[in-house]
């Protein structure tokens, strides 16, 4: 069982220069990824997607990617000489046209910005993936472990949670074992104030309240339930949805049985039960 939040990074040498991935995720219905990259890499997010569709089941996933240091190399430094002594022309001329004082750091009025141009050397990226596949592959490792040690704890509670269910469900039993023998003391005593009582008839009443309650057949789809949740628990894989649909079945067999029964002790104990199906059900929508 694993959780569906983790978190993990991954850092290191990518061509000639350093990349960065970061791989968040949370608890969502489906699988969602999301890559964010700069426009240049965008050939990346294909790449990145099918590799971890192959990892998750269930979650949002979110990938950062970032060039710490440009991976085809350092950026490129071009200057326009002829601009720049155009530029300091025009401002001399107009020194001398307004009779201000000559100077040479007309950099400090126009800006070193608009002569020298800044580019960065382009590449395929793609070509560049087996080595990026790598630290995707670590990031998403970190999450791994991250969603497997939640997920271990999980599953502890969870069966902790079911066993004291289990506990509930077998006091209903007893309960239940006993409906008939009180059923019987219930009718006597409404109507052995009428004088004599009528044995057939008191027993033809019983058994019709005893099939109006009988809860024998809700007892056993539930017990059948936990025997499948508990499996579940104990295997591998994504769990996630089929312990959910299970809780929404033992749900339902908890809320008949609270309806039918009409007994006190056994309502006490149905009500038990859907303290622990809710706090079952809250874990659940975390669990892949």
Known sequence: MKSMTGYGTAEGRV??????????TVNHRFCEISVKQPPKMGVLESYIKKHLQNKYMRGKVDVFVKEKIPLFGDVELSVDSELAKKYLGCLKKLEKDLKLKASDEFLHYV????FVTL?????????LWSQIEGLVARASNHVDVMR????????????TRVKLIQRNIAQIHKRAATATDRH??????????????????????????GGRQDIAEELTRLESHIKQYETLLKGNGA?????????????REVNTIGAKAADANISRLVVDCKTELERLREQIQNVE
Do not use: C, P
Request: proline content about 0%; overall charge positive; charged content about 40%.
């Open 239 to 251: 769990v996630g949805r089929k312990l959910d649909f299970l809780l929404q079945e033992i749900n």
């Open 148 to 159: 497997a040690k939640e997920g271990a704890h999980i599953r502890k509670d969870q069966q």
């Open 119 to 127: 580019k960065e050397k382009e590449g395929d990226y793609s070509r």
């Open 111 to 114: 800006g070193l910005d608009h």
């Open 15 to 24: 061509g000639k220069g350093r990349l960065f991935i970061e791989v968040k």
């Open 184 to 209: 019987r003391v219930r009718v006597r005593n409404m109507v052995s104030g009428s004088g004599q009582v009528d044995e057939q008839r008191l027993e033809t009443e019983v058994a019709y309240l």
